[in-house]
Every structure is written in C-alpha cells, then in structure tokens.
C-alpha cells in the first residue's frame, strides 16, 4: 500500500516539474517611475529555434504597429519600439530567444523612460498576447518567413516642426545610429511655418523655420545644444502649391522618411504633399 501511495504522488508531481510556467507566471516588473520601470515576461514553446522566434516576432510586433528596430535571427535578438504617440516618447523592447533540449524559450523586456507609467496589468496583457502568438515546428517556420517580410502598420507620426526638431536633435546625442533604424519608413504629418523653399535637380524641397536653441524665448532642460533641420522633397504634382508658399507661413505636409544626416544635423522626408 505504501509503495503504490508513492508512486501516486510520484506521479502527480511530476507534470509540476516538467510543465513550463505561463506567460503570465514569468511576467514580473522592477523599477520606478523616477528611474524607470521594467516589465519581463517569457515563454517557452517545444521544437522552436531562436531564428523561427524572431522572426515570428518580427511579424506579430508589426503588425501591432511597434517599430522594429533591429533583428537578427540567426544571433536570437530584436530590438522594437512601443511608438511614439503625441508627446508620450517612445520607449525600446528588447527580445531575446534561447533553445535548450529542442525547447526555445523567448523573454521580452521593456524599459521605459524614467516619469513614464504603464499599468501593470495592461503591460501583461500586452506582452503575454504577443508572446503566447509564437509557433513550434514547420508552423512556426512559416509565420517567420512571413514576419521577416513583415511592415509595420504603425499609423504617422503627427508633431509640430519644432518639437520633431528638437527629439531628432537629443537622439542624435544620445545615439545618432539609432536614427536611421527608428524612423525608416516612417510617415511623417508636420506642421510648421515655411523655412526655405528651393528647387534641386527638378525637386522642389520645402524646408521648415526652426530657431536655433539661442534663438528659442524657452529652451527645456536638457536640450541640445543645436538644431536639426526638416527638409520635404515635395512629391510630383505638388509644384503649383509649393509656387505658392513663402517663408513664415504655416503649412501641414505629409510625408515619408528619406535620409538623416547626424553631420549637417538635417532630416530629409520624401513624397512630401499638402495635408491642409
């Protein structure tokens, strides 16, 4: 009778032992709103590779409208972006995959800015969901093939001239690198006063009016201490309005990220047009 007890409980402990935890079991958060919260969670899913959960991931994320910094699947990292939404700065996901006995495990990580705040419940919710979208076996293979060709759908970035001049302008101080990675194919819709407008080539490029830090009435702290420029490469068909505009007054253009220049401190949109 002994034995038979012991092998009962043998029994009923070892799918406790073998089972990996939840998403929602590994999901923890560190940190403070004044030097910056943290939120990790992970996940573990049979016969999945790092470079199948990449690039998995890549597809899930963009589809979700997050900025996909870098990946690289062979090597089982990804760097995303939550996107930056009005004044609220956007703030890196760092994901990395493992494998061990033919099980890959995932763990994303967020770190936000310090004074920036996330519940805790939706930030679980949020990575559990992408997490738990992950796929073992020929499956998974398929989604990253599919997620690697993946664009994120991550609506345009609305801001005034003066303000993306001036995120553009810490960034490169921070790391002008990341630049190019953050805003390729990014749709810009700016507002402004008209800078320059000028004619190169048979484009018509509309610069806008930035000040430079001196000449600004209130500069925030930790401000650079120069200023990037934003030029548009007006998009065909838009000669008659562009003919029209002169220097100080207000205009709305649209547009696509084309090229940054960390040296001359200039951003360069493409396919620009009037949007009101």
């Given at each position: 009778m002994r034995s038979c007890?012991?092998?009962v409980g043998a029994a009923l402990f070892l799918p406790s032992v073998v089972q990996a935890a939840t998403c929602e079991e590994t999901f923890a958060k560190s940190g403070s709103i004044l030097s910056g919260m943290r939120f990790t969670a992970s996940i573990t899913v049979p016969d999945l590779t790092p470079a199948s959960a990449i690039g998995q991931m890549r597809g899930i994320v963009a589809g979700k409208g997050y900025d996909v910094i870098v990946a690289e699947?062979?090597?089982?990292?990804?760097?995303?972006?939550?996107?930056?939404t009005g004044k609220a700065r956007a703030f890196p996901i760092t994901i990395t995959?493992?494998?061990t006995g033919g099980r890959g495990t995932v763990?994303?990580?967020a770190k936000l800015r310090g004074g920036q705040t996330v519940?805790?419940?939706a930030a679980k919710t949020e990575m559990c969901e992408m997490l738990g979208g992950l796929k073992g076996g020929k499956a998974g293979l398929a989604a990253a093939s599919a997620g690697m060709k993946a664009v994120s759908t991550a609506p345009a970035l609305e801001m005034d001239a003066l303000s993306l001049s001036q995120q553009i302008s810490k960034d490169t101080e921070r790391n002008a690198a990341?630049?190019?990675l953050r805003y390729q194919n990014k749709s810009f819709l700016i507002k402004g006063m008209v800078?320059?407008?000028a004619k190169d080539r048979g484009d018509y490029i509309v610069t806008y009016k930035i000040p430079h830090p001196y000449e600004q009435a209130i500069r925030l702290p930790g401000q650079a201490a120069f200023k990037t420029d934003i030029a548009c490469v007006m998009a065909k068909g838009q000669?008659?309005?562009?003919?029209q505009l002169k220097p100080g007054k207000s205009i709305k253009l649209s547009g696509v990220y084309d090229n940054f220049s960390p040296t001359e401190h200039i951003l360069l949109l493409k396919d620009c047009r009037s949007a009101g």
């Open positions: 007890l012991l092998m699947p062979e090597d089982g990292s990804m760097l995303i972006e939550q996107p930056q995959a493992t494998t763990q994303m990580e519940p805790s419940e990341a630049i190019p800078g320059q407008i000669a008659a309005f562009t003919l």
